[in-house]
């Protein structure tokens, strides 16, 4: 089982998406993701110029050997750019051995660990009142476990929360890349933020009952100490995590927040190898890995990631936002029904037009994703349509003090 051919297709059905298209000699296709946001060009261009020529007349069915192979012979290690270009392989590789074999990919993972996974979504508000709506608006969607963010008084538009009710006033998306020539400029201020948030928990809270598992991004935004002093303040309000609290590049300092509070940290989705996650796994500073599938080299690097983090008791909250694309978003469902260490899973619904280019067998009910039963990983793409939808430049946000002073958004 030779691969015959390796094709990169850059699409932008509501958002740009990088796939690799792999098929082998004997006529089965495989499909990776790997769409790095905002820099999605360099990810084609690395598999285009760099890995495709490699893989042709390699045999499919060596994941391992070729995964090793990717990694060790471009000599520059780790970094996202290399490593979502080794996860589409490892995924297209992986879709073509479950495809061969006639079973889902779960089952060659090991089989089902659990029937469901539990998935969180994403309810923001500018005030209270819309943030209700939001989370009930969630809630009816069947989504049992509710990440919040909202606005804070005096910044004009903060990351995550939606700049106004969609159609309908019913459903609040929010789409990170703004389809631009330059990145939109926001503004922050965390001494505001600070002191905002925990009333917006305490409002939650009442409003919704103790029993509602809640969720927050900090988004890399506060120093050690102002993460200290959050935590402290959110326990009241038993949030399930408090998510990317510090910039996590720096890893010892998670020690100091881990010293002060006892709500629940995870970190990750910015990271893309297991060394990334050595100290904090190690030293038991996080209690769930965010890595994404699409981002951390794919189905064989995050197994071993993840039952690294088995060992501390320290579970899987796999990254899952819409720029991840709904083939990222299959291999990291496949992952997740699989491991015994399964924490939560996030999932923001893609738009119609990308369920229209990538025809997917994975569900949503009650709360739970299952990614199927069909060979492979369950996702087919659509490459007329994604012709027909291309590239556009979009870029993430960005944000500036009071003072001008550029910060993480
Ligand atoms: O591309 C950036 C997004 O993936 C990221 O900002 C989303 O923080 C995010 C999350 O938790 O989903
Ligand atoms: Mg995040």
């Known amino acids: 089982m030779k691969i015959a051919t390796a094709d990169v297709v850059v699409c932008s059905p509501d958002r740009n998406f990088v796939t690799l298209k792999i098929t082998t000699d004997d006529g089965l296709t495989g499909l990776g993701d790997a769409t790095l946001n905002g820099r999605e060009l360099a990810a084609a261009s690395y598999l285009r110029d760099h ?110 929360v939606a700049a106004q009710p969609s159609a309908g006033g019913t459903r609040y998306d929010y789409e990170p890349a703004q389809r631009a020539p330059l990145p939109a400029e926001e503004d922050w201020d965390t001494g505001a933020y600070l002191r905002h948030l925990p009333t917006v928990f305490e409002a939650v809270r009442s409003e919704f009952g103790p029993d509602l598992p809640l969720l927050h991004d900090g988004h890399h935004r506060m120093t050690p100490i102002q993460a200290a002093r959050l935590g402290k303040e959110l326990e009241p309000y ?44 190690r030293e038991q500073l996080i209690d769930y890995v965010r890595a994404a599938v699409t981002h951390t080299g794919g189905i064989t690097a995050m197994r071993k990631l993840l039952d690294y983090a088995a060992q501390y008791q320290i579970k899987s909250g796999i990254h899952g936002p819409t720029d991840i694309s709904p083939v990222g978003m299959a291999a990291a469902l496949h992952l997740d029904l699989a491991i015994h260490n399964f924490g939560i899973q996030e999932y923001m619904q893609h738009g119609e037009r990308t369920n229209d280019v990538f025809r997917q067998s994975f569900r949503f009910e009650d709360g739970y994703l299952h990614p199927g039963d069909e060979p492979g990983i369950g996702v087919e793409l659509d490459t ?24 993480d958004w």
């Open 51 to 160: 890995v495709v020529p490699l893989l042709i007349g390699r045999d499919a069915r060596n994941i391992e050997d070729t995964w090793q192979f990717l990694y060790r012979s471009a000599y520059w290690r780790r970094g996202p750019v290399t490593m979502v270009a080794i996860a589409a392989v490892d995924v297209a590789l992986w879709d073509i051995k479950a495809k061969a074999a006639g079973m889902p990919l779960y089952q060659l993972l090991g089989g089902a660990s659990r029937t469901g996974i539990r998935a969180y979504g994403h309810a923001s508000g500018r005030d209270l009142p819309e943030l209700f709506d939001s989370i009930r608006r969630h809630q009816e969607l069947g989504f049992r476990s509710i990440r919040v963010q909202t606005s804070v008084p005096g910044i004009k538009a903060v990351y995550g």
């Open 238 to 281: 038993d949030l399930f995590w408090l998510e990317d609290c510090t910039p996590a590049e720096n890893q010892e300092a998670l020690r100091l927040v881990r010293q002060h509070t006892t709500t629940p940290l995870a970190i990750g989705e910015v990271f893309n190898t297991v060394w990334d996650f050595q100290t904090l796994i």
């Open 384 to 407: 007329d349509l994604a012709d027909r939808m291309p590239y556009q430049q979009a870029y993430l946000p960005y944000n500036r003090l009071g003072d001008g002073t550029v910060h």
